[in-house]
């Protein structure tokens, strides 16, 4: 195993000199001894019938030092799921496992060699899952399996280039596949020139793949269903997906390549599947040498649908600073998205907040007084990030005043407001004019504990808060008043 890792070190160190020349992706155009021993005898390895192998996927998202530059999240979902589609047929299914991983190292985040690209997989490896970083740069190819550390590295430049389905191709490689034109990577076929019957290869020839089928087996990436390709430069498709580059084999048969197989190089407008016996190969490799990714085959597989949310704050309510968003939780959601913007239409410019969270709520800090705020939420789970529809509604922060600032509060007692945790504290006031009111308990830093009170009231009014849910500390009673908000202290021992 040793030997196998140090000579593929080398192997990379060697392919930094040819990353020029492969840029569209650098995975190193080796085959696994797993795939020779796969292909030389493929009915002796389980394949799973037609269940459907669900895998975790760790998505490491890779920033500058100072925390910048790092892929959109929803570019990366918009990616991660093209590649769901993609694998449909195999009955892969890929689910992204916890939360994704920000990373702030600008020397990975643009790494220039496979040894800076191989430190960063190794730092930051998540057992038991596909480990996926988006990156700026990576070693100047679009994209590479590394199969020292075994996990994949994506440039956020290739993804963006949504035809090229840049994630399930290197997914393919993760999971043993080579090029469909193995041998020829960092060669340009001309076809006037004879064509040889092998190529160089890294370590031993490879033969040239002949179209009479003959030498399916040992010649190129191995299967006999992908048919003869030696463009190792991007290329169009005709209407039909074949190259529009004409080649010719050692027997002087003509041909063109196809360019539907996700392993081929073509521009990817026609790219739209993996051959059977890939799909097999990459079953078997799953099953038979990767089962620690399929330890968990519980989760969701349904997307979310609901797109009713009860959202509190509810449109235009006033709250104080650091507001808790709450949202009803939906059914089929393990995350959800929210955003917190200055406007209804959710520019990206105008972003405030955004995040993730497991949970029903989140507390967002930071906000200026006296301001309108829009937010919303999409409910979502980690098998189909994309599905799932926003709710939105607004919130106006309030200005805190002083208690006689607000005229309609008429002898605010609150007694006792040092208590032992278990007491009663009684709220009571007299209020000359019938008024909209908000009573929220909050922490020392301004988070809400609870709601106290919410609705209209008018004459003498009393509220009772219960304290033996308290721990011990200093505590706000924060009072609105038809907008305007004043606050007590509250201390509990
Ligand atoms: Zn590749």
Known sequence: ????????????????????????????????????????????????????????????????DVGTGYYPTEDIFRTFCQMNVDFEPVGIRFYIEGDLNYIDNSTWYSHTTFTDGTVMMETNRVPGTFNCYIVEQATGAGGYYNPVSDAVALTMGNLDLQTWHTWTHEAGHYFTLMHTFLGW??????????????????????????M??????????????????????????????????????????????????????????????????????????LINNRQDLLTNQEVIDVPVTEVTMSLEPAQGEVVMEAPALRWSSVQNANRYYYEVNRVASFPSSLRIKEGIVSDTFVVVG?????????????????TYPCEGEFASSSFMTGELVSIDGITALNDLVLYPNIV??????????DLDSR?????????????????????QANGSFLQEIQTQALNAGLYWIAINVDGVWTQRKMVVF
């Open 420 to 429: 032992s945790a278990g007491q009663t504290v009684r709220l009571e006031t």
């Open 1 to 64: 195993m040793r030997n196998y890792f140090l000579c593929c070190i080398a192997l990379l160190l060697t392919l930094n000199l040819k990353a020029q020349h492969t840029e569209r992706c650098g995975t190193p155009p080796v085959k696994s001894e797993w795939l020779k021993n796969y292909q030389a005898n493929p009915d002796a390895y389980a394949k799973g019938g037609d269940t459907t192998l669900y895998v975790p996927v760790t998505v490491h998202v890779v920033g500058t």
């Open 435 to 455: 008024v909209d009111m908000q009573i929220y308990l909050l922490d020392v830093n301004g988070r809400q504990v609870s709601t106290i009170f919410k609705g």
């Open 212 to 285: 009479d089928g003959s030498n399916c087996v040992e010649a190129s990436d191995g299967f006999c269903d992908t048919p003869p390709d030696y463009l190792s430069s991007t290329f169009n498709c005709d209407a039909a997906g074949f190259s529009l580059q004409l080649q010719k084999d050692p027997d002087s048969i003509f041909f063109y390549s196809d360019g539907g197989n996700y392993m081929s190089y073509s521009d990817g407008i026609c790219n739209s599947y993996f051959s059977q016996e890939q799909q097999n190969a990459m079953r078997a490799n």
């Open 185 to 210: 990577e960092g060669i340009d076929y001309n076809l006037n020139e004879p064509t040889p019957e092998s190529v160089s290869g890294w370590f031993s020839p490879i033969p040239v793949e002949r």
């Open 366 to 382: 930071g906000l200026g007084d006296d301001t309108n705020y829009h937010w919303r939420v999409r409910p979502f789970n980690t």
